[in-house]
C-alpha cells in the first residue's frame, strides 16, 4: 500500500481510533499520512484551533518515526475528503464509522455514504464504537470466484504484511438447501470447491511471504463473512462480486458487513 495515505480526522477521539490500524501501514517509512480535516465554511471556523489539533497528531506519529503532512480543508466533509483523495492519488482513505457529528452522521449518514460512493480510492473504514485491538490478527479475504471480487488481493496482501498476519480465504457456497440430493446439484459443488481450491492455490503462490489458510462454506454469503469475524480481524472486500457495484456496495452483502462487522473493514473499488 504505496504512496499517500489520507487519514480524516475531526478532532474527536473516536475519529482518532483509525490511527492504531493505519500506524503499522506507514511505519516503514515508504508511505506518508496527510492528516485531513474538514471545516464549515464561513468565518467562524475554528482553523487555528483545528491546525494545532492536527500539529498534534503529527507530533505523536512522528515519535513512532512516521512522516505526515497536516491539511485543513473546507465545506462539505465527504465532498472534500473525496476530492483531496483524488487529487493526491491516495494509496488509502482511512476515516472512522463516525466521528463528532454522532452514529447517524457516517455508518450510512450523509458522510460515509457520499465517500463510499464518491471515492474510486481503496478506503478503511474502522468502527467507532469497538475499542481497536491491540494487534490485527486475521485479515479476511471473502472472493465469489469472480475477477471484479479479486481486485482486493493486493490491498489484502500489503495489509497483511503490515500487520504480519495471516489472510483467510474464503469462499461461500449458495446454501444448497432442498435440492442438495440431486446429483446435478452435488456434483456442480463439487466442481466448484475444487475450481476455488485451485484458484486459491495459485493467490498462495503469487504471494509466497504472506501466511494463508482457505475455507469453503455454504450458506448466505453476508452471514458466513461475519461468522468468521473474531477479535483482531479486518475484513477485506472487493466493491462488487458477481451481483455488481449496486448490490455490492449498498447490496445485502456489503452493507451487512459494513453495519455489523465489528472489525475495520477495508474497500477497494474494481476498475471499471
Known amino acids: 500500500m504505496d504512496s499517500v495515505v489520507l487519514v480524516a480526522l475531526d478532532g474527536s477521539t473516536n475519529a482518532e481510533k483509525v490511527l492504531p490500524y493505519v500506524e503499522p501501514l506507514l511505519i516503514t517509512g515508504k508511505t506518508r499520512a496527510l492528516l485531513v480535516q474538514v471545516l464549515p465554511d464561513g468565518e467562524n471556523a475554528p482553523e487555528a484551533a483545528a ?13 513512532r518515526k512516521i512522516q505526515s503532512d497536516c491539511e ?34 457516517w455508518v450510512f449518514g450523509s458522510v460515509a455514504q ?6 474510486s480510492r481503496p478506503l478503511l473504514v474502522v468502527r467507532a464504537l469497538e475499542t481497536p485491538s491491540e494487534r490485527v490478527t486475521k485479515v479476511l479475504l471473502p472472493l465469489d470466484g469472480s475477477a471484479g471480487s479479486e481486485s482486493i488481493l493486493p490491498h489484502a496482501t500489503a495489509l497483511a504484511r503490515s500487520y504480519d498476519a495471516p489472510v483467510e480465504l474464503l469462499h461461500v457456497l449458495a446454501e444448497s438447501g432442498v435440492e442438495a440430493g440431486d446429483s ?14 485451485a484458484r486459491f492455490a495459485e493467490i498462495e503462490t503469487s504471494a509466497p511471504d504472506v501466511r494463508f489458510s482457505r475455507l469453503c462454506e455454504e450458506g448466505d454469503a453476508a ?5 468468521r469475524v473474531e477479535p483482531g480481524s479486518v475484513v477485506a472486500m472487493a466493491n462488487h462480486g458477481r451481483s455488481g457495484l449496486n448490490r455490492w456496495i449498498f447490496g445485502s452483502v456489503c452493507e451487512k458487513i459494513l453495519q455489523a462487522a465489528r472489525c475495520p473493514v477495508l474497500i477497494a473499488r474494481t476498475p471499471a
Open 114 to 119: 457520499k465517500i463510499l460512493r464518491g471515492c
Open 51 to 63: 491546525q494545532a489539533y492536527l500539529r498534534e497528531i503529527s507530533a505523536r506519529l512522528a515519535k
Open 223 to 227: 452471514e458466513r463473512i461475519l461468522a
Open 72 to 105: 485543513i480543508a473546507h465545506g462539505d466533509p465527504a465532498v472534500a475528503i473525496v476530492r483531496g483523495a483524488e487529487k493526491i492519488q491516495a494509496g488509502l482513505v482511512a476515516f472512522t464509522s463516525h466521528g463528532k457529528g454522532g452514529l447517524s452522521q
Open 184 to 197: 446435478k446439484l452435488r456434483h456442480w459443488m463439487g466442481r466448484e470447491r475444487t475450481r476455488m481450491n
